[in-house]
């Protein structure tokens, strides 16, 4: 079985930044890729950031330059640095992990951003 767990999270002014962090524990196996998803209210789950264990990167356009997914291979843990927040950017923040046989999801974590 694998452990998501999530932290980072919170209220942040627009213009802001916030750090997210997703460690993976367990029975992780061989780690294929890991990221995060995003859903907002009345909103389908929308890819904003992945990884994989060769530690090529992935963004959705919409975060492109002011969000920045890093992993530590050492302690299966996945990092989300997000500047220059915008009010659009508020959502639930889901963190995965894959292997090849298998994708677990956090539990989420909420970010808002509002003045």
């Known amino acids: 079985q694998v452990r998501i767990v999530e932290s980072g999270g919170g209220l942040v002014q627009p213009g802001g930044s916030l750090k997210l962090s997703c460690a993976a524990s367990?029975?992780?196996?061989?780690?294929?890729?890991m990221g995060w998803y995003r859903q907002a209210p009345g909103k389908q789950r929308e890819l904003v950031a992945t990884?994989?264990?060769?530690?090529?990167?992935n963004y959705a356009d919409s975060v492109k330059g002011r969000f920045t997914i890093s992993r530590d291979a050492a302690k299966n843990t996945v990092y989300l640095q997000m500047n220059s927040l915008k009010p659009e950017d508020t959502a639930a923040y889901y963190c995965?992990?894959?292997?090849?046989?298998?994708?677990?999801w956090g539990q989420g974590t909420q970010v808002t951003v509002s003045s």
């Open positions: 367990g029975r992780i196996g061989s780690v294929v890729a």
């Open positions: 990884i994989t264990s060769t530690s090529r990167t």
């Open positions: 995965y992990v894959g292997g090849f046989t298998y994708t677990t």
